[in-house]
């Protein structure tokens, strides 16, 4: 397998801080998303695969190459970084063909660029006027301008408005597919799992997890997980679970008297007992949902704030 | 295009537009206006009409080889990859499949064309000014250019250093203001090999008529060099401190918002 990022006991800190330790990291072409809570070491991974950083100890090497001070690899390297950073007084499209040029690429690719972010229509118009959606377009396209291996993007979608980011989170998708590799690190969840069931799960500077979102959902068994169910009576159908050994707790919501709130942690096991109840017993079910089913829980419970 | 070419004309796009490259031509521009009213007024009768000329030339040489020179360069030399760490810009600069040293040294070679522009568009018509009554005179000529040229190296060799403070420094700017700023005048009151040891001593040796000084004991530890070797000296220094520059860029790391 072509391993696009390796990692090998990489640690970094600042002075007494620890930024990240001893990262084991083997991966492919595909699309990956990095999540971690702010100060988990996110930025400090993405700033050594982006050659900011060097690490005190051990090695990253992006295609067999350490990026730190080797302006050669980011021929095939493009990064959208987390930051508003900009420069005001040019225009999108000067800045954009700047990129360009400096890649020994021309017009055609900055064109290219500007078309796939959409900012064509405002390319001429100096930065500073630019909203914060469009600058972070012309972020991602000036990521993009040299059409990368390999994608490192920072909060790709932070300020796009919704129209583009269901474009951005096409494009991104279609980079993966092509048989590129995307890390794109992000807050807001269940746009990450809109673009990859690859995650990276970071946490106090070391990897939590990494693997398919559903792999690592196997990791949860043993957690406690939240199942509520909107019924026509909630408490009679809670009663059908209160000897169960497998169910570590039954609450009823105080804003809503037809849901009650079940805590498994065999959650396998509570889903077939359920549907048995519902038939038998005829209850009426309003709605079924688990609150705990996005990644934010999922990271939740692996780093232990459930 | 060559990158390189590239990126110098996205640099001094950049400088153009700033804000700052308005300020500092008009401030360059104080000592010509402050001579064209004096020489009005005095049309007007107002002061007379004696040679002012020793008065003008006191003014514009100690403006301009005691502030502008020093100012300018470091306003925009240290900015070369200050202002790139401070916007957070420079992850669009350290991405691109150029070496950092040299693309830096091509926004230093960007500033330091504009920096010698305001220098020597606005030094040379208060010059002009200065000695309007003795322009045909070739000594005054060759001192009026020895003058400007020696401002220019001056600026070029404030440049490279101030290049090199942003390149080693946080905050290059106020240690420039703060330190290098008092140090060069403060050192021409030492005695012996300290004066050395500063960027106005070796313009001052190039320099055909002696920098007015108020203190008349600095004229006690007036010292030179031959004007040959300064220029050297000081081009030497220049290439020095740009060398230094770009071998620090490659080493350093570059920390970015919150860690």
Same mark, same amino acid.
């Given at each position: 397998m072509?391993?696009?990022?390796q990692?090998?006991?990489?640690?970094?800190?600042?002075?007494?801080?620890?930024?990240?330790?001893?990262?084991n990291?083997e991966?492919?072409?595909g699309?990956?998303?990095?999540?971690g809570p702010?100060?988990?070491g996110?930025?400090?991974?993405?700033?050594?695969?982006?050659g900011?950083?060097?690490p005190?100890?051990?090695q990253?090497?992006?295609?067999?190459?350490s990026p730190f001070?080797?302006p050669?690899l980011? +021929?095939r390297?493009?990064?959208?970084?987390?930051?508003?950073?900009?420069?005001?007084t040019?225009?999108?499209?000067?800045?954009?063909l700047?990129?360009?040029?400096?890649?020994?690429?021309?017009e055609t690719?900055? *064109?290219?660029?500007?078309?796939a972010?959409g900012?064509t229509?405002?390319?001429?118009?100096?930065?500073r006027q630019?909203?914060?959606?469009?600058r972070?377009r012309?972020?991602?396209?000036s990521?993009?301008v040299h059409?990368?291996?390999?994608?490192?993007?920072?909060?790709?979608?932070?300020g796009i408005d919704?129209?583009?980011?269901? +474009?951005?989170?096409?494009?991104?998708r279609?980079f993966?597919?092509?048989?590129?590799?995307?890390?794109?690190?992000?807050h807001i969840?269940?746009?990450?799992?809109?673009m *990859?069931?690859?995650?990276?799960l970071?946490h106090?500077?070391?990897?939590?997890a990494?693997?398919?979102i559903?792999?690592?959902?196997?990791?949860l068994?043993?957690?406690?997980?939240?199942?509520?169910? +909107?019924?026509?009576n909630?408490?009679?159908?809670?009663s059908?679970?209160l000897?169960?050994p497998?169910?570590?707790?039954?609450s009823?919501s105080k804003?809503?008297?037809?849901?009650v709130?079940?805590?498994?942690?065999?959650?396998d096991?509570?889903y077939?007992?359920l549907l048995?109840?519902?038939?038998?017993?005829?209850?009426?079910?309003?709605?079924?949902?688990?609150p705990?089913?996005?990644?934010?829980?999922?990271f939740?419970y692996l780093?232990?704030?459930? | 295009m060559n990158?390189? $070419?590239?990126?110098y004309h996205?640099?001094?796009?950049q400088?153009?537009?700033?804000?700052?490259?308005?300020w500092?031509?008009?401030i %360059?521009?104080i000592p010509?206006? $402050?001579?064209?009213?004096?020489l009005?007024?005095?049309l007007?009768? %107002?002061?007379g009409?004696g040679?002012?000329?020793?008065i003008?030339?006191?003014?514009?040489l100690?403006y301009f080889?005691k502030?502008? $020179?020093l100012?300018?360069p470091?306003?925009?030399?240290t900015s070369?990859?200050?202002?790139e760490?401070e916007?957070q810009t420079?992850?669009?600069?350290?991405?691109l499949p150029?070496d950092r040293?040299?693309?830096?040294?091509t926004?230093?070679?960007?500033t330091?064309?504009h920096?010698?522009w305001l220098v020597?568009?606005?030094?040379?018509?208060a010059? $002009?000014?200065t000695n309007?009554h003795h322009l045909t005179?070739?000594?005054?000529s060759?001192?009026i250019s020895?003058?400007?040229?020696t401002?220019?190296?001056?600026?070029l060799?404030y440049?490279?250093f101030?290049?090199l403070?942003g390149?080693?420094l946080r905050?290059?700017?106020l240690?420039?203001? !703060?330190?290098?700023f008092p140090?060069?005048?403060f050192v021409?009151?030492m005695p012996? !090999?300290v004066q050395k040891?500063?960027?106005i001593y070796?313009?001052?040796s190039i320099m055909?008529?002696?920098l007015?000084?108020k203190?008349?004991l600095?004229r006690?530890?007036?010292?030179t060099?031959?004007?040959?070797?300064a220029?050297?000296?000081?081009i %030497?220094?220049?290439?020095?401190?740009?060398?230094?520059a770009m071998?620090?860029?490659?080493?350093?790391?570059y920390i970015?918002?919150?860690?």
């Amino acid at each position: 397998m072509n391993l696009v990022i390796q990692a090998e006991n990489l640690s970094k800190w600042y002075g007494n801080v620890l930024g990240i330790s001893e990262i084991n990291l083997e991966i492919p072409p595909g699309v990956y998303g990095l999540l971690g809570p702010n100060g988990a070491g996110k930025s400090t991974l993405l700033k050594i695969m982006t050659g900011f950083l060097r690490p005190n100890l051990g090695q990253l090497r992006i295609f067999d190459q350490s990026p730190f001070d080797n302006p050669s690899l980011f +021929k095939r390297i493009g990064y959208c970084p987390e930051y508003d950073a900009h420069y005001p007084t040019i225009s999108g499209w000067e800045f954009i063909l700047f990129r360009a040029k400096a890649f020994g690429l021309g017009e055609t690719e900055a *064109t290219l660029a500007m078309q796939a972010v959409g900012l064509t229509e405002h390319m001429h118009k100096r930065i500073r006027q630019f909203s914060l959606g469009m600058r972070q377009r012309l972020k991602l396209a000036s990521a993009i301008v040299h059409n990368p291996d390999l994608l490192i993007l920072d909060e790709p979608l932070r300020g796009i408005d919704p129209l583009w980011r269901i +474009k951005i989170i096409r494009l991104i998708r279609e980079f993966g597919q092509k048989g590129k590799t995307v890390i794109l690190s992000s807050h807001i969840l269940p746009e990450v799992e809109a673009m *990859t069931r690859q995650i990276i799960l970071i946490h106090q500077g070391k990897i939590f997890a990494l693997g398919d979102i559903d792999e690592i959902r196997t990791l949860l068994d043993s957690h406690p997980h939240q199942i509520c169910v +909107k019924t026509n009576n909630p408490r009679r159908l809670a009663s059908f679970f209160l000897s169960d050994p497998h169910i570590l707790g039954i609450s009823f919501s105080k804003h809503d008297p037809s849901q009650v709130i079940f805590i498994t942690h065999q959650r396998d096991h509570f889903y077939e007992k359920l549907l048995k109840i519902l038939i038998e017993e005829s209850f009426d079910l309003h709605e079924m949902s688990s609150p705990d089913d996005n990644l934010q829980n999922v990271f939740d419970y692996l780093i232990g704030r459930k | 295009m060559n990158p390189l $070419i590239n990126a110098y004309h996205f640099f001094s796009t950049q400088l153009r537009r700033g804000k700052a490259w308005k300020w500092f031509t008009l401030i %360059g521009l104080i000592p010509s206006i $402050i001579i064209i009213a004096t020489l009005s007024f005095s049309l007007a009768g %107002g002061w007379g009409s004696g040679d002012k000329s020793n008065i003008f030339l006191e003014i514009t040489l100690n403006y301009f080889f005691k502030f502008y $020179i020093l100012l300018v360069p470091l306003f925009f030399s240290t900015s070369v990859l200050a202002e790139e760490i401070e916007q957070q810009t420079v992850v669009y600069l350290f991405t691109l499949p150029i070496d950092r040293g040299r693309l830096l040294l091509t926004k230093f070679f960007a500033t330091l064309v504009h920096s010698l522009w305001l220098v020597g568009a606005s030094l040379l018509p208060a010059l $002009i000014l200065t000695n309007q009554h003795h322009l045909t005179s070739f000594e005054t000529s060759k001192t009026i250019s020895v003058i400007w040229l020696t401002a220019l190296l001056g600026t070029l060799a404030y440049s490279a250093f101030s290049f090199l403070l942003g390149v080693l420094l946080r905050r290059p700017m106020l240690i420039g203001l !703060f330190i290098v700023f008092p140090w060069e005048q403060f050192v021409q009151f030492m005695p012996g !090999f300290v004066q050395k040891l500063s960027i106005i001593y070796f313009v001052k040796s190039i320099m055909p008529v002696a920098l007015p000084e108020k203190a008349s004991l600095l004229r006690l530890f007036q010292q030179t060099t031959p004007a040959p070797l300064a220029i050297l000296i000081l081009i %030497g220094l220049s290439v020095f401190f740009c060398w230094a520059a770009m071998a620090r860029s490659h080493k350093r790391e570059y920390i970015m918002g919150e860690q």
